[in-house]
Structure formats: C-alpha cells, structure tokens
C-alpha cells in the first residue's frame, strides 16, 4: 500500500529535533512520497537538502506563500523565477490568498497570486493553492486565469459543497486532511458527494493534526488516519482510498 502526503512542510522548525525519525515513521506506515511546498526563499536551501537525502521520497514545489508577501514580494518572485530557470519542480505551492491574518495586503496578494499561476503556465506545471478567508477572492482570480493549462490542487480544502464544486470545475483536485476528522470540521457531511478520483490525501504538516492528535504536532505519519476516515465515508477499503488518491497524485504532479 503507497500512500501519498501531497503537502508536507518537512523543513519546518519543529521537526528539527526527530527529522529522519518523523520521515521514517511515515515511510514505515505506507506514506513513501512526499510533496514539499515552499513557503518564500528562506526555506530553499532546507527543500533541497531534503530532497538530496530523500531523492526517491520527497518532491518539491517553488511558490510564495500568501501570508509572506510582503514589500519585498518582487524579490522573491525573482527568487522564483530564477529556481525554475536553473532546475525542475513539481508544483508552484504553495501559493494563493490569505485574509485571517491580514487583509491589507490584499492587492499584492492577488498580484503575487495571479504572477505564479502565470509561471505554472509557462512552465507546464499544476498550482498548488492557499485559501483562508478567501474563496471569492481566489475564485475571481481563478475565473480570470482559467484555461486548459491551468490545474492543480485546492490544498486543506475547508469549503462547503458549493465552493467544492467550483474548485473541481477549474480543473483542481481537493486536498484532504485532518480536518475531514474533526467533529465541527463539516466537510465529513458531504464529502462523500464528490467523486473520489478529485481528491488527494495531505497532512500539511506539521499543522492540523487529524484526530485524535488534534491540536498537537501534525507529521507525514498520521495520513493513515485520513485514509481510514475517507473510507468510512466512501465505504472503500484503506488499501483502495490509498491507490486511487495516489493515482490522483500522480495524475496532478505527472510523478
């Protein structure tokens, strides 16, 4: 059984204590590739050494992140643009619109968005997006960019049905994780109403943690758990709900 965490923020800080044993207790529970999104250029040099430990596990992306665009967002487009000149990746992510923690910088937030999935198109590659707040806004931004060669996936999808739909109708996957465990996470009640070959499984670790580790550090090794709760929806066996969101993965990353 292969399973596939599609957002994992493997770098981050507070792995920095049991790195290697985190990835390898994901790998011994079946989750054996890894797609890692950037956050902006400080997190570059991290991405890499990973995926040089890890050549046959982990998978990067190139992006900026909504909530780190900043003044200097010009600079770390160029800091993007210059990665994908000098080398291949799998994704642009993660990238997109936040408006709960800060809604002034709404407008560079929106150009910074609307620039990448410009590169994605460019480069051929699916989009990864970040939405908190701002399914209008990302939506608007979609409805204006929307062709053939854009695709990707609408990471910790947290919706309603409505909005699900519309993600799916821009050609994009629904990435599912530890909120579908929650009990006031709401997207259980109807998730099942979506066909299962538009979703794909991610942990967005070290963030929401699925239950019962709610609330607690979030790692690769708990996408099992998403699994299991999608095949009680779906009535499908975990083995199942593995190989079709893995497929899923592979359509989306072409890896």
């Not at 990973?50 to 900026?64: A, D, H, R, S, V």
């Not at 487009?77 to 993660?94: C, D, M, P, T, Y």
Request: aromatic share 10%; with cysteine; charged share 25%.
């Amino acid at each position: 059984m292969i399973l596939t965490d599609t957002h994992t923020h493997l770098y981050s800080d507070e792995f920095d204590s049991d790195r290697d044993e985190m990835i390898q207790r994901a790998i011994s529970n079946g989750v054996t590739r890894f797609f890692v999104p950037a956050v902006d250029s400080t997190c570059t040099t991290s991405m890499y050494d990973l995926e040089e430990k890890y050549p046959q596990n982990i998978f990067l992306m190139t992006g900026l992140h909504p909530c780190y665009v900043k003044k200097n967002y010009a600079e770390e487009l160029s800091h993007i643009e210059n990665q994908l000149v000098q080398r291949k990746f799998v994704a642009i992510g993660e990238i997109g619109i936040d408006l709960y923690w800060d809604k002034s910088t709404l407008e560079i937030q929106k150009i910074a968005f609307k620039y990448q999935i410009q590169l994605a198109k460019k480069y051929k590659l699916p989009i990864v997006i970040h939405c908190r707040d701002s399914f209008d806004e990302i939506f608007e931004v979609l409805e204006d960019e929307k062709s053939e060669e854009l695709f990707g996936i609408f990471h910790c999808f947290s919706g309603n049905l409505e909005q699900a739909k519309k993600a799916i109708s821009y050609r994009m996957k629904l990435g599912i994780g530890g909120v579908v465990t929650f009990k006031n996470g709401k997207i259980d009640q109807f998730i099942n109403q979506i066909e299962i070959q538009h979703l794909v499984l991610e942990t967005d670790s070290p963030y929401l943690a699925p239950a019962p580790f709610r609330g607690m550090r979030n790692e690769s090794s708990y996408v099992p758990l998403v699994a299991i709760k999608l095949s009680e929806l779906y009535g499908l066996s975990v083995v199942e709900i593995a190989q079709i969101t893995t497929e899923n993965s592979k359509t989306v990353f072409g890896i």
